[in-house]
Every structure is written in C-alpha cells, then in structure tokens.
C-alpha cells in the first residue's frame, strides 16, 4: 500500500510521486504520469463527493478528536457514502448557508450535475486547492529526502525497487498508453 502525491513531495516506498521532466521524451514516463493524475483526479472528485454529502467534513476537524477517532471517522463516512450509493440514496440538497460557506471559507468548487441521474449526484467540476499544497514539504527536506534514499542504497549496493519504478513496469508490461483525441473519437463512435 502506498500513497500517490504530486511531485511536490519525494517519491520513496511509501510515496508514488509523478516522474519529472518527461514532457516529450520519454513515452513510457508520460503514460505513467498520465494514468497517476487521473488517480489523483479520482481521488480528488471522491473526496469533493463526501464533502458535498457530510457537511461536517467541510470545515477542519476539531483536533480533540485526535488522530485514531478522526480516521475512524472519515472511514465511517465512506462507508455510509458507499451505503447510499449503493441503494441509490441522493445526497441532500444543499442549504444557502452550506453553498454560501463552501463558496466564501472553503473555496469550493462548484458541483455539476451527472447527466442522465436524478438530483443529488453531483460531481465537482475541478479539483480541490489545486496546487496550493506544494510547499507542504519544504524543497530542502524534499532533496534530504532523496539524498537519504540515494545513500541507502549505496550502503546496499543495492538500491531497491520503488513502487514508482514497479508501477512503471505495469504500465509498459500492459502496454499502456495515454489516450489521444483520435482515441477518444474512436471510442465515441
């Protein structure tokens, strides 16, 4: 099990980060880092999806819940989003005020209805907080990062295999390619 991020933060064994630097050179890179941002993407929409049904997830959770009780949480509330998927249950309509505060403390992102379902399903049109999280990680912490895994694995002489790099694999193995509008045109028809 790993997490995906972008390329703000270091790609180690418990982080699959996006390759840099691959616009126009190298194929196989780019259809990898294609098929991890709509990972990211997806992840993203799921999470403005549960936002828009639980609206105690649309401000920051107290921190007196602690870590173990705002996991369980939020596991919780994916289960019962998943439920009510499940017996076509719509989310609620949203208040004045809840569209009012998404829209002037959260920036929210404007939901769009899913063409062809009844009300309540809607999506969100864009990402959340696109980009403003990359100086999570600080660039320097980010390159001790890295020159740590790089020593490791020099120590070894053996530098084991991310699951960046096993990923990669998959997606060359699979022959795996980012769809092109062309593609896109074939499969419509």
């Known amino acids: 099990m790993v997490l995906f991020g972008d390329s703000a933060y270091v790609n180690t064994q418990y ?3 996006p390759f ?6 190298l194929e196989e890179k780019d259809n990898f880092n294609f098929f991890h941002s709509q ?15 639980w609206g ?4 920051p959770l107290s921190r007196a819940l602690g870590i173990r009780k705002s996991c369980a949480l939020v ?8 439920f009510c998927l499940n017996q076509n249950v719509t989310a609620p309509i949203a208040l004045a005020q809840d569209t009012a505060y998404a829209a002037a403390i959260c920036f929210g992102v404007q939901m769009q209805r899913m063409e062809g379902t009844t009300e309540g399903h809607e999506r969100p049109e864009g990402l959340l907080h696109g980009g403003e999280h990359f100086d999570d ?5 980010r390159q001790q990062e ?3 895994q790089e020593g490791r ?15 990669l694999n998959f997606v060359v193995n699979q022959a795996l390619r980012r769809p092109t509008p062309v593609a896109w045109r074939n499969v419509d028809s």
Do not use: D, W, Y
Not at 75 to 82: G, W
Not at 159 to 165: A, T
């Open 39 to 53: 990972l990211r993407i997806q992840v993203e929409c799921t999470f403005g999806m549960l936002v828009h049904r």
């Open 56 to 59: 105690i997830l649309r401000k």
């Open 75 to 82: 596991m919780a509330l994916c289960c019962l989003h998943n």
């Open 137 to 141: 990680v600080p660039r320097h912490i």
């Open 15 to 17: 982080m699959v980060t």
């Open 20 to 25: 840099k630097g691959t616009a126009g050179r």
């Open 146 to 148: 890295s020159r740590r």
């Open 153 to 167: 694995s020099h120590r070894n002489n053996t530098r084991p295999m991310l699951p960046q790099e096993m990923l």
